[in-house]
């Protein structure tokens, strides 16, 4: 059995320049970008033993949250890309809900499918609807197929130029 958890939410106050994390602690965020087709962020990770700034961004039409994070020097990441599987509500302060399951990616090589299990003793324990959970493996589904197509390039296949801030 999994650590039960109802889906975490968080919320991204583009005027406020804050990221509410998932525990509710309020975190200062350097840079949001608002497009067409999603939401920029760019921030510090703060008392993480590996990963020191977090750039993600928020696609409501595919129901994704794509990261590239920076480790802390002499840490090593084992994906380049991490996908969580969300539902992303636009606005004036963006609202994701994680829907459990997540996609690492090692560009070019190959990626993983994580937490199957939590996703499955969530909807089992009535934290999560049937639709959601179907809504969930229906996006990891054509993620995984489009992500193997595109030879592991996560941004070839969504066809959005996604751009990150490499001197953060």
Avoid at 65 to 82: K, S
Avoid at 98 to 112: A, C, K, M, N, S
Avoid at 126 to 141: H, I, K, N, P, W
Wanted: hydrophobic residues 40%.
């Amino acid at each position: 059995m999994t650590d039960l958890h109802p889906p975490k939410i968080e919320l991204f106050d583009i005027a406020g320049m804050t990221n509410t994390d998932p525990k509710g602690i309020v975190r200062a965020v350097d840079r949001y970008v608002p497009t067409d087709f999603g939401l920029y962020m760019a921030r510090p990770l703060d008392g993480h033993p590996n990963i020191g700034y977090f750039r993600s961004w928020l696609l409501p039409e595919h129901g994704l949250r794509v990261g590239r994070w920076r480790a802390h020097p002499g840490q090593r990441l084992d994906h380049d890309v991490y996908i969580d599987i969300v539902d992303v509500e636009p606005g004036p302060v963006w609202r994701t809900v994680d829907l459990y399951l997540d996609i690492l990616v090692r560009d070019g090589v190959d990626l993983r499918v994580l937490d199957t299990d939590e996703i499955l003793d969530a909807q089992n324990a009535g934290l999560l609807d049937r639709v959601s959970t179907e809504r969930a493996f229906e996006r990891t589904f054509s993620a995984v197929e489009g992500i193997a197509a595109a030879g592991y390039d996560v941004e070839a296949w969504l066809g959005i130029p996604l751009t990150w801030d490499d001197d953060a």
